[in-house]
């Protein structure tokens, strides 16, 4: 699995870890498969660091795009009410990438001033009422499971 | 703030902190005054946990819920959209209280087998994918400024 | 909700969200009133980026204002108490804005190095705990529930 | 490392991996002694089942004690703000165990109701921002490194 | 994406989440076809809920299973490797289910009680060390990048 | 603790918070020994900012040093399975000094970039999974203790 990037020796002696993007340019045929459907899926010309920096492991690059493509496309659930519930995830992880990636995508598919206002509003409810549920050991409802 | 109740002394002599629910009929008229609300707003005749054992501070307890009754209602975003946001932060944060009292919610509000799937396979996505993006240190694409 | 903003198109022809900082100088008075009090309060003469961004969504601007000034006065725990515990959950959650802005509140309310020593020891220590706990599955004791 | 314990085989024929309490009767002397320290420093006649899984590690439990002794004494911080602290991390990462014997030992230090509502909003509010500054990218003020 | 069982109503009239697991008597051929890929890669004679409860969503159950079996396989880390990072992370979210599930595996692997002190120790000893670097605000090292 | 550090006044008339790092010219004896001892254990020239800024508190810097070195050192477990594990917890935690800190520590001790791939998915994996698992409200097997 793209060992023969391990045997770049550094200045110091050691072996490279690669996580820096790999370019169209530079990339094998198998790679350059998957950067060519992103591109047509998503209508752009170029492709993400995320992408790039995975493809070191062409594998884990085809098993994720084939998830997200899977996972992510219009369903039961609109493809902007998906990418709000992603941001979500996001921000309470932290992942600044995400959050940056994901706001991109949520506003090339329309998302409102008004639609982030209450986005944001929502995530940061559900986190102060999420701790005091937990810090108050508050026993659930036997009720919840019934309707 | 609820002062009385930490003079309540335990058989071991301590003051006694209370998180146990507090009945409608036990509630000063502040704290009826909440319950009512809520009742009228969801057309459900009791209370959940979570509030009643927030009304040991009833100035958190008003607090709150205006601002839940605020950030929930339906406006730019529907409330089922709402509530699965809602719902994903408290999978990230482990809130289980959350996951059970929001997901009846959301079941009150018509999700659907279909939806809850795809509810669950994006948070699983996003947590998958914000993990990848920290541990490879991706760097911020400029272009995600531009779009 | 500060649907104007919405309107106004990218170089690439999307809408802009909004997430800059609005200056007093372009505030609408309904914001500018929050920024009085704010400055008021804390007798200080500017206004951070946390409100000067929250301040795209004027009703959430004056909803979190109100909530962080009645929470975070001097009560039953006084202020620079309450500071140490907002910093130690915004170390938790890994939220360097949060950390800096309230480890410069903490200053301000006279935190000695000292007690900064013992703050991230005692933060250090909960967090390693919390995994042995939390890994371990250990059982709560029922004594617990007595004292 | 406690080796002779990984050889006692279940019913399956699987070592048993023991994360069950070890009771003073059982312990080995460097347990036992350090039993003796954790219920004379905080006068009581019991161990609670954090010490005694971990007793499966007598280098892990004798560190983890001296650690703590040392960590949680009072010194520029009383042992009621250090205990509120150590809730407050515990609140975040969701540990039920942390929660129950931290919020007994506030009590034993006379945390009174009012404080403990205080201490729940503070964790709340904290939550909520942090989240509000993380998903909206907020840039940290430069004044703040001059406070 | 099994729809079917989204009309079944409950007693209130709702529409029942089916949450429940399915067993192999009442699941369909696509799920039974993945329970049989489980037992036989691990040689067991059940199933685990996880699975079960994943199966109303078949098409989510083959794409976890198929990533499952590829990334937990032996290849430059060997197994037990792997589920020793699994629970590691499962510890630090607080996922009871995942570290009952994934200790129970790693035990099957011959995990020793000193192996898992020491898995609990490191554990412990990146969670502290991660609060006091994110707290301190500590600068990367330009030398790190070297290395 | 450390106590002369906080009298330095500030151009605003603060005291100062130190956690910039403490060079090895500037440091005290006792600082000395436990930078000359990390140098020795790790055959390098040079200390890195996390010890150099925890200096700021003898006491803590002396007991981190003594926990890490005792936890970190090859026993049942050897070093870079414990690098792994301690990379794993700070994805999880977004503490990027400390992936960045661990990743050039894994190096050192030969981590190729196919292990580098493998750990980046399995984290990747459980981080899905532990969501699923949350989000779903799986109960725990019981077969699961038995084993």
Redesign the interface.
């Known amino acids: 699995?793209?060992?023969c990037?391990?045997l770049v020796p550094?200045?110091?002696g050691?072996?490279v870890?690669?996580?820096e993007p790999i370019e169209y340019a530079d990339a094998s045929p198998e790679v350059r498969a998957v950067y060519d459907e992103i591109m047509a899926l998503r209508r752009i010309d170029?492709i993400?660091?995320?992408w790039k920096?995975?493809a070191?492991?062409p594998?884990?690059l085809r098993?994720?795009w084939e998830?997200?493509k899977?996972?992510?496309a219009p369903?039961?659930?609109d493809s902007l009410?998906?990418e709000?519930?992603?941001?979500?995830?996001?921000?309470?992880?932290?992942?600044?990438?995400?959050?940056?990636?994901h706001?991109?995508a949520a506003?090339?598919q329309?998302?409102?001033?008004?639609?982030?206002?209450?986005?944001?509003?929502?995530?940061?409810?559900?986190?102060?009422?999420?701790?005091?549920?937990?810090?108050?050991?508050?026993?659930?409802?036997a009720?919840?499971?019934?309707?």
């Open positions: 699995m793209d060992d990037t391990t550094s200045a110091k050691h072996a870890l690669r996580r170029w993400n660091n995320f920096v995975l070191h492991d594998v884990a098993r994720t998830a997200s899977q996972i992510m369903g039961a659930l009410t998906k709000l519930i992603y941001i979500a995830v996001s921000v309470i992880n932290g992942c600044r990438y995400c959050i940056a990636s706001s991109a506003r090339r329309g998302l409102t001033q008004a639609q982030l206002s209450e986005l944001m509003a929502v995530i940061g409810m559900a986190n102060q009422t999420n701790a005091l549920a937990t810090g108050l050991e508050i026993e659930i409802d009720r919840f499971a019934e309707s």
